[in-house]
């Protein structure tokens, strides 16, 4: 079945400075890559997106890039601020079957 | 409220009872989603539904956990002769399409058996 790893499981950052995740995955057919951010007390939400058709997508402070050779992908966070202090989760999917696979989560801390 | 409602918000159990989870999506999403949520843990598929037909069971742990959308909005999920194991946070989400799209996830419930 499908398999999501997600490092690292937790990370501290001081406001300002940038934050790096990277998920892998095994399923050589998965072709959908969202990243959720769950805050405490909060349902997860969408931040963004990228399909197997582009290698990073922005949106503002916020980046994801995808190797689909190396079966990563990594969500990059510039110019961090305390409200970016949230769980968030990687997930993959594939467009055969609509469902998704998460990853286990990071919690990122930024600290002013 | 616009979101996904889900309640009751929090639910108490004895082992071996029957609980139900209820889920409310956005109104006009067309497909709906059952995820179970460990702490520490991503959410975990359980089972999907387009419209009233369900698509997808294969993340249901076991033949004691079922779940309905009989009109293609509110969905139940039932869980018969609880246990322990059981325990978790249950996340329901709603995509106004079929496909990969965003996934409106609800606030969840939290079911602790003791």
């Known amino acids: 079945g499908e398999n999501v790893e997600q490092h690292p499981s937790t990370l501290s950052v001081q406001e300002g400075d940038s934050a790096v995740i990277k998920c892998t995955y095994s399923?050589?057919?998965?072709?959908?890559f969202p990243w959720y951010k769950q805050e405490l007390g909060k349902g997860p939400q969408l931040i963004i997106d990228?399909?197997?058709?582009?290698g990073e997508k922005k949106d503002q402070r916020i980046a994801v890039t995808l190797n689909k050779t190396a079966k990563h992908f990594s969500l990059h966070i510039t110019e961090t601020q305390p409200e970016d202090s949230a769980v968030y989760f990687c997930?993959?999917?594939?467009?055969?079957?609509?469902?998704?696979?998460f990853g286990k989560g990071t919690m990122l801390l930024v600290s002013p | 409220g616009a979101g996904v409602s889900q309640s009751p918000r929090y639910k108490v159990t004895k082992r071996g009872q029957d609980v139900a989870l209820r889920c409310d999506p956005i109104?006009?999403?067309?497909?709906l989603y059952w995820y179970r949520q460990a702490l520490g843990q991503g959410p975990e598929f359980l089972t999907y539904?387009?419209?009233?037909?369900?698509?997808?069971k294969s993340g249901l742990p076991n033949d004691r956990f079922s779940a309905e959308r009989p009109e293609g909005s509110i969905s139940t999920l039932t869980i018969q002769r609880t246990e322990q194991r059981d325990s978790a946070m249950y996340r329901c989400?709603?995509?106004?399409?079929?496909?990969?799209?965003?996934?409106?996830f609800g606030q969840g419930t939290r079911l602790t058996v003791v």
């Open positions: 399923d050589s057919a998965s072709n959908y």
């Open positions: 990228i399909r197997s058709n582009v």
């Open positions: 539904f387009n419209y009233e037909a369900q698509q997808d």
């Open positions: 997930a993959e999917g594939d467009t055969g079957y609509s469902t998704l696979t």
């Open positions: 989400a709603s995509t106004p399409s079929t496909g990969f799209t965003e996934a409106f």
């Open positions: 109104s006009g999403h067309v497909s």
